[in-house]
């Protein structure tokens, strides 16, 4: 199938995660290993309407393994929403000469991806990068573990705080449908309770956990939320609650937001970026099309793009146990 391909675009859409330039580097870099042009392709489906291509070499992609962020850019784009819009991506791409196409993000991305592949019949394989590991396929998405480690460093300070003044915590964390973020990190910083979309157990299950701990001894509590919780009221609101409910608590609410999208990426995802990068490559030269790259038990796999979009969600009831036994 290689003699088909001689040129691969590359880019980046929709939210931001630390690994993705070194998916793009591992992508540019596997092109030029088997003697193929790579293209990097601007601010995602927004620079594919509006033609912001540039053709990238190994050294275009030095010093920037170690970066957070997208060196390519990232954008929502409505227009690419519209036939006339994905027409205007298709006309730059074979004015380009581009053969085929990687996309990187999430499933907003391989939507596009997928549809857009379906309209045009060019092969296009997803790298799967998002920070809330919510992609079906692949047991890690790139930028979650660096997330996990963010939020957690960020977490074992605010008990720092939270310990000298006797004060209860309300951390809210990204993670609008799934609660990964949330629980894994909230296991790995002690969290007193934790909040996650998967789970509607009510409020009165989490005063009854704090009274629980106040009368067992904690003298200072961290809750985890992620912004999805379903209680039906967002974070100052559960905050006002707890405080009218238990008049004994000082508490403080603490949002991490964007910081948790940002910084250098973890060595682990660095590893994962550049292996899936390598394999999005492998299965274009393969003859493979419409499907994502993702990583199940170490080893790179492919499983199609729908399979990613529309997977199973991997809430973990185990691990929902294990937070459950360790906050007594």
Do not use: W
């Not at 880019?11 to 070194?22: E, F, H, Y």
């Not at 309209?119 to 394989?125: A, G, K, L, R, T």
């Not at 403080?252 to 899936?276: E, M, N, T, W, Y």
């Amino acid at each position: 199938m290689q003699g088909n391909i001689n040129k691969i675009g590359v880019l980046t859409s929709g939210g931001d995660a630390p690994g993705m330039n070194a998916a793009i580097r591992a992508v540019v870099r596997s092109c030029s290993y088997h003697g193929i042009s790579c293209v990097g392709i601007f601010r995602g489906y927004q620079g594919l309407i509006e033609n912001d291509i540039e053709e990238l070499g190994p050294r275009s992609v030095q010093n920037i393994i170690n970066k957070g962020g997208t060196f390519l850019k990232s954008a929502r784009c409505r227009e690419f929403q519209t036939p006339e819009g994905r027409q205007k991506a298709f006309t730059n791409i074979k004015k380009a000469g581009i053969d085929a196409l990687v996309v990187i993000g999430g499933d907003g991305t391989f939507t596009g991806g997928l549809l857009f592949a379906s309209e045009y019949d060019i092969p296009v394989v997803g790298i799967p990068a998002t920070i809330d590991n919510d992609i079906s396929g692949t047991d890690f998405t790139i930028g979650y573990d660096t997330a996990l480690n963010t939020v957690v460093e960020a977490i074992d300070k605010i008990r720092d705080t939270a310990s000298s003044h006797n004060r209860l915590f309300l951390v809210e964390v990204m993670g609008r449908d799934a609660g990964a973020i949330a629980l894994n990190s909230g296991i790995g910083a002690g969290a007193e309770e934790i909040l996650i979309p998967e789970e509607d157990e009510g409020i009165e299950r989490l005063i009854q956990s704090l009274q629980r701990g106040r009368k067992s001894g904690k003298t200072s509590s961290i809750i985890v939320v992620a912004e999805g919780d379903k209680s039906g009221k967002n974070i100052f609101e559960l905050a006002e609650y707890i405080g009218e409910t238990l008049e004994d608590y000082d508490i403080r609410v603490s949002v991490l937001g964007h910081i948790q999208r940002g910084g250098a990426p973890s060595c682990f995802d660095r590893v994962l970026g550049s292996k899936l990068g390598v394999g999005a490559v492998d299965a274009i030269l393969r003859g493979e099309k419409n499907i994502m790259v993702g990583i199940y038990h170490q080893k790179v796999i492919t499983v199609s793009l729908k399979t990613g979009i529309k997977g199973e969600n991997k809430f973990d009831k185990d691990l929902r146990r294990v937070a459950d036994i360790t906050s007594v």
